[in-house]
């Protein structure tokens, strides 16, 4: 499975806990909005983004959740877990936070 | 939806709502003189409304179901509504059905009285998935202005009808209802303040904040008038219970259009796009 395939079933996973049809239903605004959620495309910089048009504030609940989803995944796989303590730092954003797991990701 | 689209999409559910408003606000003053086509025209409007915002509730219920935390939160506030509604019924067999005396407090009350506790449940529920997200001075600000408001009005309400009279079950309802209602302001206006800036998450729960807050002034002043003076005639009340029920339907219709998915207006729309 691809690190971007991932990360788009664990925001499908962290979207689901409001509802299935509430999910469907912010997906189907984001896509209209022009965030590719496909597992293939997702990109999760352009679906903070929109989801922050959304939720405003809110949406860092969700972004939040993803990320420890992530890094939680992430822990599992990486050996260089003192890399995931450096992105520990609650003053970045989750985005910012979700990116460097993701970079790392490709690189190992 | 795009931002203008969200913009005029609230601004036609808000027109529609202060729309009906007014017209019952009119036809109020047209029958002022006759006191039961008052009451008449008051108690079915607000059963009217009452029945509106339960349709909506239901049909959330129906397309959501139970799965999620939306889907357990809008069950929970159609019970709450349920219970509204039934309370509201009472009242008018009270009020137009029947020819004794309207007690109080009576049986509807105990209806609204227990109809808070799953409206709770799905504002406490809801606010608890984003509290994170809540800023504290706002939290701060907003406790300590229900507590102002509504910590120097029960005691007020308590004091001017131990002096006048006994009834101790009056007296508790009078009380409950502005407690339960503060109880309610603060998760409903920090879910406004946490979505304010979010293009459709704000547009079901600045309604819903309305709705609560002209429930909660209504049933306060109410409560402080009958308490401080049984026997006076309370009239022009009945707006903004209106105004609460409709706002309350309104922030359901929201909920159901803007978080609800519809296929087939997703196909439809994807069709006009792809002809």
Known sequence: M????????????????????????????????????????????QFDVELRKIFGDGANVFMEEIYRQFREQAEGETRNKEHLVEIDNAEIPPIDRIQRILALKVMT | MSATHSTSFFRNVVIIIATLVGIYGLVYLAVLEDQ??????????????????????????????????????????????????????VQTYYEIGSEEEVPF????????????????????????????????????????????????????????????????????????????????????????????????????????????LIIAAADSIFGYISATSPDSEIWGFSIFYLAGYLLMAGALYCHNRLFIFDRSRAVRIWQEQNK
Do not use: C
């Not at chain 1, 991932?6 to 689901?16: D, F, H, P, Q, Y």
């Not at chain 1, 999910?23 to 910089?45: K, N, Y």
């Open chain 1, 2 to 45: 691809t690190v971007v395939r991932e990360l788009a079933e664990i925001t499908s996973r962290v979207l689901s806990s409001l509802g299935e049809p509430t999910m469907q239903a912010l997906f189907w605004e984001l896509s209209s909005q022009g965030v590719a959620t496909s597992p293939e495309e997702f990109d999760i910089r």
């Open chain 2, 36 to 89: 039961y086509a008052t009451l008449v025209l008051s108690d079915l409007s607000i059963n009217a409304a009452a029945a509106a915002a339960l349709f909506f509730a239901l049909l959330i219920l129906y397309r959501q179901k139970l799965g999620g935390l939306h889907g357990k939160t809008y069950a929970a506030f159609a019970v709450g509504l349920a219970l509204w509604f039934v309370a509201e019924v």
């Open chain 2, 105 to 212: 407090p009576s049986i509807a009350d105990a209806f609204w009285l227990l109809g808070y506790v799953p409206f709770g449940y799905h504002l406490f529920a809801t606010y608890r998935l984003f509290v994170k997200s809540a800023r504290p001075h706002t939290l701060f600000v907003v406790l300590a202005t229900t507590a102002a408001v509504f910590g120097s009005l029960v005691p007020v309400t308590i004091l001017s009808s131990s002096l006048l009279e006994d009834d101790i079950p009056a007296l508790f309802v009078n009380v409950a209802y502005p407690t339960l209602d503060a109880a309610l302001i603060v998760p409903a206006i920090m879910m406004f303040s946490i979505l304010r800036k979010g293009k459709l998450g704000s547009i079901p729960w600045v309604l819903l904040a309305a709705s609560i």
